[in-house]
């Protein structure tokens, strides 16, 4: 499940019990590819992890991003805490692996164990 958050309610992210993925983004000539990216990586991990999508405009308005130098930036909050930090852009695959290095346990996701992931080249 993918949704967009904005500076005003960022904080209640640290209030998120199990695990989320944060994708701070620019409206630039990635911007399409990058959402598509994390509507797959949405798709494959359903309801296991949610996905929310700050824009640029939103975060530097007020400088309210935490610690965010530059985008993409997509940060992984475990009960909300901040886990890991992935920068620069990201396709599918590297972002499957940030997650599963991060959170193995989803590695055993029902799309992984019934094959999908193996077709990425994950087992």
Do not use: W
């Amino acid at each position: 499940m993918i949704m967009e958050i904005g500076v005003d309610n960022c904080e209640k992210l640290s209030q998120k019990s199990g695990a989320v993925l944060v994708a701070y983004l620019s409206y630039n000539g990635t911007y399409k590819q990058q959402l598509k990216t994390l509507i797959e990586v949405s798709e494959l991990f359903r309801e296991s992890l949610t996905i929310y999508v700050a824009h640029e405009t939103s975060f530097k308005a007020d400088g309210a991003a935490p610690g965010i130098a530059g985008t993409p930036t997509f940060i992984l909050l475990m009960d909300g805490e901040e886990e890991s930090r992935l920068l620069g852009e990201a396709d599918k695959g590297r972002l499957i692996k940030f997650i599963h290095h991060n959170v193995p346990e989803y590695a055993a996701e029902p799309a992984f164990r019934n094959g999908l992931g193996a077709q990425h080249g994950h087992k």
